[in-house]
């Protein structure tokens, strides 16, 4: 369609001259020189002169239009695109990437790339206009078009130049784009430890860094352009002149008519208007070739292949599920293992409690288990299936992790507990009982519907991680993993918490715990250091560990 | 926050430009925060017209060469032809040389103030109170300082040049048409004339639909930052349907607004065109009606039909540029929104300073209420002597974490005062009191970068490790702030060279809490706030830091908000809270025997940490 609106508009920019001209011929200049045209010949020239620039007009409007609606069309698939490999790509490919770079991505990347999309129909319209001018310059004379044959390749060649030239700033301010992007969406998450730290100032000096870095590179990328766009400018006017310089000696040697000179430079006036916008296509295009590639370095991102698919009822089910960790090893990149030759099992329907120094690795294995990385060397088998083998689908409905720090979304209440939208309210409620989180929600001036604000701020730490709790109990999970899910929330509530756990346990449960009476939930504990299992029993065998002993008895011999 | 508000309008309420948005004030406001727009302005605009007429003279010239230098088919005056020749390349060549040092200035100036505006513009969002922050979404705020500005950037790359080139082509084309018939331009002068109007009036609307856009474009960030930032949460419970759903809408919402816009980009580029349709239409009827009155021939006519064609470069550009306008104008309504916010909690210009040491604090009569409504503290009096270590117990949703920031001036009361060593604290300097009081949230949010930047980050140090000598005296900095908690066997895993990962995620939460504690120690303040400083931690560090803490506090009131009781046991003073209220102050003893609120908190505690044998 926006072609299509070029091409009107390239017919009709031609047509409009041949109509001025034709006007001028037997309109204009006759009733000076003959006297008064009849008043038709006067109507049908002013209607002919109307009905032209409206019909390039009305090129002029469908080509801006579509080629608007084409670049939306083009963003907006590349958004879906980059959301669709956002949810899809592993947990640890996000943990590698700042989020202020792939926001860049949504943001900058996809505009540049669409960038060229608006003045590419109507580049096209003066290749085509070029084209149709070239051939009726032949028609006039060969020497002549031999000029405009010289000139316009020229364009293209500029073209290279300039692209090779720019490629690099422009990449640079593209990665300079990101890298503000980064240290602004870090800077303000942190906020709170800016304030507190009275960190504004550095704050001020990093992004200070990054926006002046970007400056530079943007003069930098001004300066090439500069050169590039006046070139752009004068080519046209350079090729009048010679027009006219080669159209005095045609027409010396009797090749040409004057008529056919001034025809001439007419048609490398009105080229210059769209040889501009060609101009602006060509800018346009090393960025958006530095932003496509860098698009593409997330959207051919491997995205894990999707396991295979079970066919059976194996899954199916609201039974405990049995749990068996063999020779697990994991480690963070290139780090030091967290996690060594982890051997254990948990029986379907156990609660067992995991124990453990700060940074001993607990979280880490409540996230191995949860199957949100995976495992370094060794298995994971739950419900006597590789954990690997499992559907995603499968995994997040029979597994759910509580994790130490409660991310709520900026919603409402209740659809931070029901988290895909397939519980009842009765279900959430209850969810929320046990939780010890419903009174507080009731008592909210819109309950259940009241949005939390981002990140869940406007709740304390406590009222998180009791909502976070509440979306795990809700989905009813068969392995329930619950990653020192009560580290907030004071002995009090706590022990209601932990009251409603031990009557509504029925699913397999891994505890992480701290305190002695969250250990006293589970039938057997893990004793987790060094990143091995150093010991497993029941809570009083383990008091004879005397590492163990030391790190959960530290509260009473403080006072005793 | 407003309950009702939906999560996508949220942000809008907040930062938002008051009133209808206009052009004139726009730039009005625009200039008042970006001066350096203005600076050398003039000579920039005299290359402008060094372009234009450049432009201008060329087709002149080669008018002039035909006419004057060719009498005829086959007669040619060669010497005229060549001087006329050279004076046009003269002109280009001038043209040439003048726009690319035209641009040059633009490109450099408008970086510059871009550049400037982005960092003021982080300033200011920096300088806004917790609360503040907490209501706006911080995605939007990342996009007043990248999005919004890059949208400047482009109408700087893209427009701004035409934007001040266009007019003048186009009075010089009219001079030009004067010089044929005055009587003709005045009447294509008024044929045009109303442009204007309809031109402003489309315009009116189109910045409405452009600030939308923005909007749309803020909401559309905030909610791939928060798919983000959650993604751990997403893949553990299968929501990615849901968030695809979400993030989904908002993508769709933004384009539908983008097409809607675009509505209007195709339009107004045409205006230009459709009242040239009427002029020519136009002068062709009354030049020709009015031929012998005005003194036209047939050359004069026709030469201004031409210049009508003329006008309609300058116009289809400046229409073009107008739409680019008010794009950039949209964004920077949100950006001037952003900066000329008030600042709910300002610092005073003249603030007393705190002496190093021990701070006393005397709170009377303290109120605070959220700016929803929630009243947190009512009626708070207290008297904490300097030395003090107090420990601040209480359910959660009681107000003592609220208690806490109003300490460290994160809000200010809303009725009461809080005063530090007999100053009112909101009468002390910034700096003074930053480093004076320090406190350690719960969320220990550490920094992309290595542990030991970001322990030292608590003190004056720079952050960047320039030689070696300068690197041992980090190092040994470091140590030292561990060694004193007790946590030097930690920094023996973890070297202070090790890097943290994005909000410190290569850490447990625990050790993010260690890190966080090691920082405060480095500054060694005179008030410490500790809320739920070590609530991730494993009990045998917990009370290995609670007793070095202890031993630290002499010299310093310390002040810590606690869920475990143990904490509370080893403090000279308990202030408990209830639902707002300071209902209990005492040694822990006193208060464990008083039977109140305090002793069934602490009998859950024990409850919960005593081994049953």
């Not at chain 1, 697990?328 to 290139?334: A, E, H, N, P």
């Not at chain 1, 659809?415 to 397939?422: L, R, T, V």
């Amino acid at each position: 369609m926006s072609l299509t609106g070029a091409m009107v508009y390239a017919l009709a920019s031609v047509l409009t001259t041949e109509v001025l001209g034709g006007v001028t011929d037997s309109v204009i200049l006759p009733t000076f020189e003959d006297g008064p045209r009849s008043g038709r010949v006067i109507m049908w020239a002013a209607l002919a002169l109307a009905g032209v620039v409206v019909f390039r007009s009305a090129g002029v409007v469908v080509r801006r239009y579509y080629a608007g609606v084409t670049s939306e069309q083009t963003q907006v698939s590349f958004h879906r695109r980059l959301l669709d490999k956002y949810l899809e790509l592993p947990l640890s490919w996000h943990q590698r990437r700042q989020t202020g770079q792939l926001l860049a991505h949504v943001d900058n990347d996809v505009e540049k790339v669409a960038e060229p999309l608006h003045p590419l129909p109507l580049s096209l319209g003066a290749v085509g206009m070029a084209v149709f001018s070239a051939a009726s310059l032949l028609l006039v004379d060969v020497i002549l078009a031999a000029v405009a044959f010289v000139i316009f390749p020229t364009l293209f060649g500029l073209n290279r130049l300039y692209s090779n030239m720019v490629e690099e700033p422009s990449a640079a301010v593209q990665a300079g784009v990101g890298a503000t992007s980064a240290v602004a969406h870090e800077s303000f998450d942190g906020a709170l430890i800016v304030k507190t730290l009275g960190r504004a100032g550095h704050e001020h000096t990093r992004f200070a860094a990054a926006a002046y870095a970007l400056r530079r590179d943007q003069i930098k990328v001004g300066y090439i352009r500069a050169v590039f766009e006046s070139t752009l400018d004068a080519i046209p006017s350079i090729g009048v002149i010679v027009v006219v310089l080669v159209g005095a000696y045609r027409l010396d040697a009797g090749a040409i008519t004057r008529g056919d000179l001034v025809q001439v430079a007419v048609l490398f006036t009105i080229l210059a208007f769209p040889m501009r916008v060609f101009g602006y296509f060509l800018e346009g295009i090393p960025p958006a070739v530095v932003a496509r590639r860098r698009l593409d370095s997330v959207l051919t991102e491997q995205s894990p292949s999707p396991a295979p698919l079970i066919v059976g009822n194996l899954f199916n089910g609201d039974k405990p599920l049995k749990v068996v960790v063999d020779d697990l090893s994991f480690g963070y990149g290139d780090q030091p293992a967290v996690l060594r030759d982890v051997n254990f099992h948990l029986d379907a329907g156990e609660v067992v409690a995991l124990v453990g120094s700060t940074g001993s690795g607990k979280s880490t294995l409540a996230m191995l288990l949860a199957g949100l990385v995976p495992p370094s060397t060794g298995s994971i088998s739950v419900g006597d299936r590789e954990l690997s083998d499992w559907t995603p689908t499968t995994r997040t409905e029979a597994v759910a992790l509580v994790f130490q720090e409660a991310f709520l979304f900026g919603a409402s209440v209740g659809s931070n507990i029901d988290m895909d939208g397939s519980a009842g309210h009765d279900d959430v409620v209850r969810a929320a009982s046990v939780a010890q989180i419903d009174d507080f929600i009731t008592g909210l001036p819109m309950g259940y519907d009241t949005i939390v604000g981002e990140r869940g701020v406007t709740l304390s730490g406590g009222q998180r991680q009791r909502v976070a709790l509440a979306r795990a109990l809700v989905r009813n999970p068969r392995f329930l993993i619950l990653d020192d899910a009560t580290s907030a929330v004071d002995p009090k509530v706590e022990q209601l918490i932990l009251d409603g756990l031990r009557a509504e346990l029925s699913t397999t449960t891994l505890i992480v715990a701290q305190r002695v009476a969250t250990i006293g939930l589970a039938d057997r504990v893990l004793y987790l250091s060094g990143g091995r299992i150093q010991a497993q029993g029941s809570h009083t065998d383990l008091l004879d560990v005397p590492g163990y002993r030391d790190l959960v008895t530290a509260y009473e011999t403080a006072t005793t | 926050m407003d309950p009702s508000g939906s999560a996508d309008s949220g942000e809008a309420a907040l930062f938002d430009v008051p009133g209808e948005l206009r052009t004139v004030d726009l730039i009005r406001r625009g200039l008042a925060v970006s001066p350096e727009i203005k600076q050398g302005l003039i000579p920039t605009v005299m290359l402008g017209v060094a372009v234009v007429a450049s432009r201008l003279s060329v087709p002149v010239v080669v008018e002039r060469a035909i006419d004057g230098g060719i009498a005829g088919d086959r007669s040619v005056d060669f010497d005229y032809i060549f001087g006329i020749a050279a004076a046009a390349a003269v002109a280009v060549v001038f043209g040439w040389v003048a726009g690319i040092w035209a641009e040059r200035r633009l490109v450099e100036r408008s970086a510059t103030a871009i550049a400037n505006l982005r960092i003021r513009t982080f300033d200011r969002i920096h300088a806004f109170s917790m609360s503040d922050l907490n209501e706006s979404r911080r995605g939007a705020l990342v996009s007043r300082v990248t999005s919004d500005a890059e949208q400047l950037t482009r109408f700087a790359q893209w427009g701004l040049f035409a934007f001040s080139i266009e007019p003048m082509v186009l009075v010089g084309v009219l001079v030009a048409m004067s010089l044929y018939s005055w009587q003709l331009t005045v009447l294509v002068i008024l044929i045009y004339l109303p442009v204007w109007p309809v031109f402003r009036s489309l315009q009116r609307q189109q910045l409405k639909v452009y600030d939308e856009m923005r909007g749309r474009v803020g909401d559309m960030l905030s909610s791939f930052s928060e798919t983000l930032g959650g993604a751990a949460a997403i893949r553990a419970y299968g929501a990615e349907r849901r968030f695809d759903a979400q993030v989904r809408h908002d993508i769709d919402e933004r384009y539908r607004v983008r097409l809607k816009a675009n509505r209007y980009f195709a339009g107004m580029f045409v205006m230009g065109d459709l009242f040239s349709a009427v002029a020519y239409v136009v002068i062709l009827l009354v030049g020709l009606w009015q031929r012998h009155t005005w003194g036209l021939d047939g050359g004069d006519l026709v030469a201004i039909m031409f210049l009508v064609s003329l006008l309609q470069q300058p116009i289809s550009e400046l229409s073009e540029v107008l739409d680019q306008a008010q794009i950039a104008a949209a964004s920077w309504g949100k950006i001037l929104g952003v900066l000329e916010r008030p600042i709910d909690v300002s610092e005073p210009v003249d603030g007393c300073l705190l002496e190093p040491g021990p701070i006393s604090i005397e709170v009377q009569d303290l109120d605070f209420t959220y700016r929803g409504g929630d009243q947190a503290l009512r009626g708070v009096t207290v008297s904490i002597p300097a030395g003090t270590n107090v420990a601040v117990v209480g359910q959660t949703g009681s107000g003592k974490t609220t208690f806490a920031k109003l300490l460290c001036r994160l809000a200010d009361p809303t009725a009461g005062s809080i005063k530090v060593n007999g100053a009112e604290l909101r009468e002390v300097d910034a700096e003074s009191r930053i480093s004076a009081i320090r406190m350690v949230p719960q969320d220990g949010f550490l920094f992309d970068s290595t542990i030991a930047d970001n322990v030292l980050m608590g003190s004056d140090e720079p952050s960047e490790a320039s030689t070696n000598g300068h690197r041992h005296r980090r190092d040994a900095q470091v140590r030292e702030a561990f060694e004193v908690l007790g946590l030097s066997w930690w920094l023996d895993r973890h070297p202070p060279t090790e890097s943290v990962g994005q909000r410190g995620e290569n850490l447990s939460v625990g050790e993010r809490q260690l890190v966080a504690l090691a920082r405060a120690q480095l500054a060694d303040p005179g008030l410490l706030i500790l809320d739920e400083a070590t609530s991730a931690v494993d009990p045998e560090i917990d009370e290995a830091l609670t007793n070095a803490l202890q031993r630290l506090s002499t010299g310093r009131t310390m002040l810590s908000v606690a869920h475990r009781l143990s904490t509370a046991e080893a403090a000279d003073l308990v202030l408990v809270f209830d639902q707002g209220q300071l209902v209990e102050a005492g040694s822990h003893s006193d208060l464990v025997a008083g039977g109140g609120v305090y002793s069934e908190l602490h009998r859950a505690w024990i409850g919960n940490t005593r081994t049953a044998r």
